[in-house]
């Protein structure tokens, strides 16, 4: 018989053996992580290659003991991202929003849409707390990921977009208003209608010059 002690020991082993034999697969390279009595599987879309202004999807599949599979309905599940190395107490670059998802062959699982701005290392972390009626633990599980450049322009992420406020737009409308108007002679005359005007205050500047010249010249012969 397995003592208590043995028992707690096989735990793990008894979590991951699941996910492990799936993360073995040689078309994937799956992370599998253990915390408290719960088991989370890693992965992003596309291949485990994301790029900087390009969307990719990131879901975890967690699992408990023996297996089952612990839906996003059964877990207060938390996804945020930070710059790596993590550093305690910093700020996330991105907060994205979980929603239940179907990959592979995992149903419900914790998903998200990601929208990495620059190429570099992050650092994602998932903490969870089981929904009233359910006995996993609280966990928390991390996973680092290597961004690449990508070829499209840096997209703002939605959970991050900051929009200007009626006041700020009405503003920033007056501003252009008063940028494309020129006053004169007690009138507000637009800007591109006095710039076409240009050519011909030049041309007549040109003419009163060339006649004044003349008159200059003909008064001189005839001293």
């Known amino acids: 018989m397995f003592s208590p002690a ?16 799936w993360a073995e697969t040689p078309t994937l390279a799956h992370k599998v992580e253990v915390s408290g009595n719960v088991a989370g599987l890693w992965h992003i879309e596309p291949n485990h290659s994301p790029k900087s202004g390009e969307p990719a999807q990131v879901w975890v599949a967690l699992t408990q003991e023996g297996g089952a599979i612990v839906p996003l309905e059964q877990c207060a599940c938390k996804l945020t991202i930070y710059s790596a190395p993590y550093t305690e107490g910093e700020t996330p670059v991105l907060e994205p929003t979980l929603e239940a998802i179907s990959a592979e062959q995992y149903q419900g699982i914790p998903g998200a849409e990601v929208i990495f701005p620059e190429a570099g290392e992050y650092e994602l972390r998932l903490n969870g707390t089981p929904q009233s ?19 499209a322009a840096p997209v703002a992420n939605p959970s991050t977009q900051t929009t200007n406020t009626p006041t700020e737009a009405t503003q920033t409308t007056d501003n252009q208003s008063t940028e494309n108007t020129v006053s004169g002679d007690g009138q507000t005359i637009p800007a591109s209608q006095n710039s076409s005007r240009l050519p ?24």
């Not at 009626?133 to 070829?151: H, K, M, N």
């Open 6 to 21: 043995k028992i707690s020991r096989l735990i793990p082993v008894l979590l991951t053996a699941p996910l492990l034999l």
């Open 133 to 151: 009626g359910e006995d996993f633990q609280p966990f928390e599980l991390s996973y680092v990921a290597i961004v690449g450049r990508g070829t």
């Open 200 to 223: 011909i205050i030049i041309l007549v500047v040109t003419l009163l010059l060339g006649g004044l010249g003349l008159i200059v010249r003909q008064s001189k012969l005839f001293r």
